[in-house]
């Protein structure tokens, strides 16, 4: 163990401190040019199967891609899970259940100013069955 010493302080002296507050640095927001609005298509993809589901961004995303448009996403929104629950016989048994469960997967696609040409692809596209895609122009 180590030693403690101690030592006799004199008191200490009263100085008068000055504080000078500084306003706090704001940051300029970049100009934004009025002379070109931005339009968005953003693509909301649901499947039961996440494999199909990433297929099919996959092909949207090289789609969008293919036109130089610049894509923000694909981002991955929360699953939605629906839970059935059944009774195993139609009687008697009431505490024998069943649950089952239904999962939707969902992703996110925003395309920044797109092209007419680019629409026109995107509805042409030929996507699995199974895929739900709404499309939204904003």
Sequence with gaps: MAKETTTKKSAPKKTKVTVVA?????AKAPKVSKEAPVS???IRVRAYEYKILDLSVKQIMD?????????????????EIKKYTVNRASFVYKNAREQF??????????IVNPTPKLIESLTNLSLPSGVNIDVKLM
């Design 22 to 26: 500084k306003a706090p640095k704001v």
């Design 63 to 79: 789609t969008a891609m293919r036109y130089d448009a610049v894509v923000l996403g694909p981002i991955p929104l929360p699953t």
């Design 40 to 42: 968005r298509l953003r």
């Design 101 to 110: 469960e239904m999962r939707i997967h969902k992703r996110l696609i925003d």
